[in-house]
T-cell receptor, first 111, second 116 residues
Framework: DAKTTQPTSMDCAEGRAANLPCNHSTISGNEYVYWYRQIHSQGPQYIIHGLKNNETNEMASLIITEDRKSSTLILPHATLRDTAVYYCIVRVGGATNKLIFGTGTLLAVQP | GAVVSQHPSWVICKSGTSVKIECRSLDFQATTMFWYRQFPKQSLMLMATSNEGSKATYEQGVEKDKFLINHASLTLSTLTVTSAHPEDSSFYIC????????????FGSGTRLTVV
């Protein structure tokens, strides 16, 4: 699976949009981009995933560049409860392939 | 939605004893389950992958005789930490995937193991 690079930490003001970048320059054509987050001392939570088109769900939007070498997770209106470590992971699709976590981005939403 | 129940949420045990952690998929059949370990302020590290009815596949550096994984049914996987030592103290997390269905993984809430 391709590796990803994320900033170690980011701050965001409550109510503003949080934009979390991820670089995955060695991504393969059959690899998806997944985003998970982990709130302190809990199991990771699935947020969103995509292959090449932009995706949106009730939690977030995922913007993938045309060359697929990078992506951005957007939380449109961050709240204090969105403070967590956000992981960007690329891997081949399917529910039986392992998920390898990198270091992630600690997003701190400030009041 | 898919729910994975993990128990216990925390456990304290004495050095040399064994501890069993359970991971159950409540509303779907988990063809594959994964076990992770997480030390403080670090990311999740994959320990092993288990498929129902077959032996687990361990990641490099993980002792299979120390971390026994059983996936006897499509809804239950267990991780047993044998002869636990203080350095095994960690946060253990399971996750489950369903073949042909859910495209992502559902994670358990984790187990905080403290070996004294």
């Amino acid at each position: 699976d391709a590796k990803t690079t994320q900033p170690t930490s980011m701050d965001c003001a409550e109510g503003r949009a949080a934009n979390l970048p991820c670089n995955h320059s060695t991504i393969s054509g059959n690899e998806y981009v997944y985003w998970y987050r982990q709130i302190h001392s809990q199991g990771p939570q699935y947020i969103i995933h995509g292959l090449k088109n932009n995706e949106t769900n009730e939690m977030a939007s995922l913007i993938i560049t045309e060359d697929r070498k990078s992506s951005t997770l957007i939380l449109p209106h961050a709240t204090l409860r969105d403070t967590a470590v956000y992981y960007c992971i690329v891997r081949v699709g399917g529910a039986t392939n392992k998920l390898i976590f990198g270091t992630g981005t600690l997003l701190a939403v400030q009041p | 939605g898919a729910v994975v129940s993990q128990h216990p949420s925390w456990v304290i045990c004495k050095s040399g004893t064994s501890v069993k952690i359970e991971c159950r998929s409540l509303d779907f059949q988990a063809t594959t389950m994964f076990w992770y370990r997480q030390f403080p302020k670090q990311s999740l590290m994959l320990m092993a992958t288990s498929n129902e009815g077959s032996k687990a596949t361990y990641e490099q550096g993980v002792e299979k005789d120390k971390f026994l994984i059983n996936h006897a049914s499509l809804t239950l996987s267990t991780l047993t930490v044998t002869s636990a030592h203080p350095e095994d103290s960690s946060f253990y997390i399971c996750s489950a995937g369903a073949k042909g269905g859910y495209y992502g993984y559902t994670f358990g809430s984790g187990t905080r193991l403290t070996v004294v």
